[in-house]
């Protein structure tokens, strides 16, 4: 057995390398198919959410129009104001339990963090929106474009790439945050960790081997998103970092 | 001649603020009508109602017989066009795409015909060598120019305007007003809110004033200006005639 901490580290790596290896790929696959899913449900959340009727607009459109919104403004509510591992047990065991299907772990995992991402993606897509000038939807009105049409012909290509940076970190902090789903045994590095740290009792240097994995996967995906970013709004403009741990922060300065 | 527009008793308020307070106005087919008064008068928001980008709180407004209000939004908009002030082009889209969008979307013309369309009208505002140039890279006078072919291809039976030029530098005032009066030879029907007079003078078949949410004086240019016969029309012009 290894005596030192750089011996545990190296052994722990030879013996345990594609448990973290599957686990980080794991926990990247749902950080992905979250945030996109997440993205896609905050964009149709947004885009319902914004509507705005017409005064002559009959009884069965306003009342369809306002259970919508009640519905949505709970769904935003609810998964915001609980923690997201709570979220993971409840739709975990509820649906083995009431419903009788036994969702596969990685499926659950899925579900979960688009769900919750959404909620959070609502409002972001929303700011986005807001952040429009009136104008260009009045313009694409005065052209006789229905909401949704002026929605994604004017307004969301617009929003999307204000929000860019939000979205991104929507995206980072998946990568950290789906370490909860380890309650319902979806094998994601943190699980994984805890199953390789099980067999020797070596907690300390198999975290810190999990906490190297999650800020190296974190380190890379921000540089790499910013990049992209910076591609997307072109030269005519720099950014300053508004706030050390959100990146939703960043100011960005159009150059004269 | 016969009549396109015919404006019944229009009321408009938000809360308290009584911004339009019993408007008949009547304008026919190929008349091209400036409105002026002072601001606040409630010009932009008469535009508005006719568009219904405002929703009346009263009266009536018939587009060729027919109230506005049971004309499906997307063809009563596409027939009734609008300029604005601060253009409000598609940032996103280049002056060509802004021209296009609406005719593919809510027209349904093919990808060819709107592009053909929109050469032909970006061509005759003088904006065709900047088909591809993005808003951003436009002056304002471009824009409102482009904003003006943008409007032009959905083919409206009234154009609207909102102060085309009040937003614009005064060298760029001239290069938008002269797109305006040839529409005005194409024999389009067209509502003008200007503050540029001498424009109103010179294009306009009738110039309506406003004042306070009313129509005060409407009637021929020439007569209007020379010899205004309601005192506040009297007093407004020799105020803006003065400068
Ligand atoms: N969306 C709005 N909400 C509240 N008040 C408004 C709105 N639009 C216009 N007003 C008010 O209506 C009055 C007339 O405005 P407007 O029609 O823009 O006048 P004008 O175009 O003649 O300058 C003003 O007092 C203005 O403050
Ligand atoms: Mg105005």
């Not at chain 1, 009727?53 to 949505?72: D, E, I, Y």
């Not at chain 2, 009321?11 to 307070?21: A, M, S, W």
């Not at chain 2, 291809?153 to 085309?164: K, N, R, S, W, Y």
Request: aromatic share 10%.
């Amino acid at each position: 057995m290894p005596t030192t901490f750089f011996g545990w580290i190296a052994f722990l790596l030879e013996k345990y390398w594609l448990l973290f290896l599957s686990g980080a790929i794991n926990t990247l696959l749902i950080a992905v198919v979250g945030t996109v899913c997440g993205f896609i449900i905050g964009l149709m959340v947004a885009i319902v959410r914004t509507i705005t009727l017409r005064r002559g607009a009959s009884r069965v459109k306003r009342f369809g129009l306002q259970a919508a919104r009640g519905f949505l403004s709970a769904y935003i509510e609810i998964f915001r104001g609980t923690p997201m591992i709570v979220q993971a047990m409840v739709v975990y065991y509820g649906a083995s339990q009431y419903l009788g299907i036994n969702i596969p772990a990685l499926t659950a995992a899925f579900l979960v963090v688009s769900v919750n991402t959404g909620a959070y993606m609502a409002e972001i897509v929303r700011g986005g929106i807001l952040s429009i000038d009136k104008g260009q939807t009045e313009a694409a009105i005065a052209v006789g474009m229905s909401h949704w049409q002026r929605m994604t012909t004017v307004i969301l290509p617009q929003a999307i790439r204000n929000i860019l940076p939000s979205v991104a970190n929507e995206f980072v902090v998946n990568i950290k945050d789906s370490s909860v789903l380890n309650v319902i045994s979806v094998t994601e590095v943190f699980f994984q960790s805890k199953s390789a740290a099980g067999t020797y009792f070596r907690y300390f240097e198999v975290f810190f081997i999990t906490a190297v994995i999650y800020f190296i996967l974190t380190f890379t995906f921000t540089r790499l998103l910013r990049l992209l970013e910076k591609k997307l709004s072109g030269a005519s403009s720099y950014t300053v970092y508004g706030s050390q741990s959100s990146y939703a922060a960043e100011i960005e300065v159009k150059k004269e | 001649m016969s009549e396109i527009l015919n404006i019944q008793g229009l009321y408009k308020n938000f809360g308290d603020n009584q911004v339009i307070t019993g408007i008949d106005l009547s304008i026919d087919k190929g008349q091209v009508v400036c409105v002026i008064g002072p601001s606040g008068s409630g010009k932009s928001t008469l535009l508005r109602c006719v568009n219904l980008l405002e929703m009346p709180d009263g009266g009536s407004i018939l587009f060729h017989g027919q109230d506005i209000l049971g004309i499906p939004p997307s063809s009563l908009h596409a027939k009734i066009g609008m300029v604005f002030q601060q253009f409000n082009l598609f940032n996103n889209l280049t002056a060509l795409n802004n021209c296009v969008a609406g005719q593919m979307k809510v027209l349904k013309r093919s990808k060819a015909d709107s592009v053909e369309r929109a050469m032909f009208f970006l061509e005759r505002v003088g904006m065709l060598p900047y088909r591809d140039a993005l808003p951003a890279q436009l002056s304002g006078g471009q824009k409102q120019r482009v904003a003006i072919a943008r409007a032009l291809c959905m083919d409206p039976e009234v154009l609207l305007f909102d102060e085309p030029t009040s937003a614009l530098d005064p060298e760029m005032v001239d290069e938008v007003l002269s797109v305006i009066r040839t529409l005005k030879d194409g024999g389009l029907t067209m509502v003008i809110v200007t503050h540029e007079m001498a424009f109103a003078r010179d294009a306009a078949d009738r110039v309506v004033f406003m004042d306070a949410g009313r129509v005060v004086e409407d009637g021929d240019p020439k007569a209007l200006f020379t010899a205004p016969k309601n005192p506040r029309t009297q007093a407004f012009l020799a105020r803006t005639l003065r400068g």
